[in-house]
């Protein structure tokens, strides 16, 4: 289940490059991705945000202690705010270690505000279908857009999406619906917890 807890971004100023350094938690993920990626995830950097610093989206590398950990740290206070938003507090992401995290067979982006992991994606692809497995943003960041740029990192992928989140969760489905993302099921999972299954055919 996807943790999602930002609303769609206020502003829509042009996003610019910015090379981050090499001495910090930004320079070590962004060398790992320069040296081990064709893809253009560094394309993508906000002006500012409303604290007044760069913002930039990268691949995470997750063999690094401290990119793993700061993950970590950021999806349990997130979890915890969507626990409290749709009523549930059996969220798996809650009591999940860092060594079960690290060992899932996921791909992850993260959203950074200068030297700090504000969000993150954690997403696969199986069959030609992307599997949005979850999406977190820190309580301090939300409605700064970048659980939507994260999203759309997905979806350039390419293929369909899958998501799923708590059906009570109004600003993930907000965020899906108007990113094209629609209904396909909802299902009832041990707790009695509604979860809203959503389906994207792709970027045409």
Known sequence: MACMNALRPKSTSPWSVVA?????????????WLKGSASGYLRLTPP????????????????????????????????????????????????????EMRALPLRWLGGFVDNELVAFVGFSKVDDVLDIDRLCV???????????????????????????????N????????????????????EGGLRVAQFGHPGIV
């Open 20 to 32: 981050p350094s090499s001495g910090d938690l930004i320079g070590r993920t962004a060398q790992w």
């Open 138 to 168: 820190a309580p301090s960041h939300f409605r700064l857009g970048f659980a939507r740029r994260l999203v759309e990192q997905v979806l350039a992928e390419g293929g369909p999406a899958i998501v799923s989140t708590g059906a009570d």
């Open 48 to 99: 500012r945000t409303r604290q007044g610093g760069g913002r930039m989206i990268v691949p995470l590398d997750m063999t690094d202690d401290a990119t793993a950990e700061a993950v970590h740290r950021l999806a349990k206070h997130s979890y915890a705010v969507e626990a409290e938003l749709i009523g549930y507090a059996a969220i798996p992401g809650l009591t999940e270690t860092l060594e």
């Open 170 to 189: 109004a600003p993930a489905i907000e965020l899906y619906e108007s990113m094209g993302f629609r209904v396909v099921d909802t299902v009832v999972v």
